[in-house]
């Protein structure tokens, strides 16, 4: 298991990189590489950022509870894009552009969040406020 969300990429990325993210075998993997976990649900958009040479939307999100690690009960989360594909940054739609509650995966991004990868961050909320031991 990778220390980090990135692999083979140095922390000084230059426009147009391509960006070769860890895939997670469970949950409780990403759980541990991550700053902080969150149910919450996904307020609105709250602008854009630049992350990897790309534009990245940054949202509001209500947290309703903190399963790992601390913050407010509004955030922003800038959903980590997908840098190798056609379509960039978002091939498949936005993964936080979601009207139901959310388990969130994030690492610590300056003054705000940002989803640990662009594939496996963003879960449909647990009934059970837990960690779910496998992927959906």
Excluded: H, K
Aim: hydrophobic residues 40%.
């Amino acid at each position: 298991m990778a220390a980090t969300a990135l692999v083979g990429c140095s922390p000084l990325i230059s426009s147009g990189a391509c960006v070769d993210w860890v895939l997670y075998d469970t949950p409780t993997d990403a759980a541990t590489e991550a700053d902080a976990v969150v149910i919450g649900s996904v307020i609105g958009p709250a602008g854009t950022a630049t992350e990897f040479g790309l534009g990245a939307n940054v949202w509001r999100v209500a947290t309703t509870t903190w399963v790992q690690g601390r913050g407010g009960s509004e955030i922003e989360v800038v959903s980590a894009p997908r840098t190798c594909e056609s379509g960039a940054p978002y091939p498949d739609g936005d993964p936080l552009d979601v009207s139901t509650d959310v388990l969130l995966f994030l690492r610590a991004d300056g003054d705000r969040w940002m989803t640990i990868t662009p594939y496996q961050a963003v879960l449909p909320a647990p009934t059970d406020p837990g960690i779910p031991s496998v992927w959906p």
